[in-house]
């Protein structure tokens, strides 16, 4: 099993940026595939980015693409979300999430193994 905690969200005016880190712990973090989810008020919660075991390869949903980077740092069991030209449609608690699966499978879009508790982030006008 793995622990998730997440950090980095807050207030942040639209335009700007913020870097959300998710630190793990419990297993070998190389072992999982990386996901960063969200959960906007009165939405439901989708999948916001992915990322391999080793970094080579990533997936956003096509709301980010251009401006969110996902990426890790397994040598500091951490991975990261940076947010780029933020805009109120980006409100929402942000979840970091680990799969044991492949990286090309549904359900590292869906329902991933383990997650995180989450992080606020807001975006005024």
């Known amino acids: 099993q793995v622990q998730l905690v997440e950090s980095g969200g807050g207030l942040v005016q639209a335009g700007g940026s913020l870097r959300l880190s998710c630190a793990a712990s419990?297993?070998?973090?190389?072992?999982?595939?990386m996901a960063w989810f969200r959960q906007g008020p009165g939405k439901e919660r989708e999948f916001v980015a992915a990322?391999?075991?080793?970094?080579?390869?990533?997936r956003y949903v096509d709301s980010v693409k251009g401006r969110f980077t996902i990426s890790r740092d397994n040598a500091k069991n951490t991975a990261y979300l940076q947010m780029d030209t933020l805009n109120p449609e980006d409100t929402a608690v942000y979840y970091c999430?680990?799969?044991?699966?492949?990286?090309?499978?549904?359900?590292?879009?869906?329902?991933?193994?383990?997650w995180g508790q989450g992080t606020q982030v807001t975006v005024s006008l």
């Open positions: 990322i391999s075991r080793v970094g080579g390869m990533t």
């Open positions: 419990g297993r070998t973090f190389s072992d999982y595939v």
């Open positions: 999430a680990a799969d044991r699966g492949s990286f090309t499978t549904t359900r590292v879009t869906t329902e991933p193994d383990y």
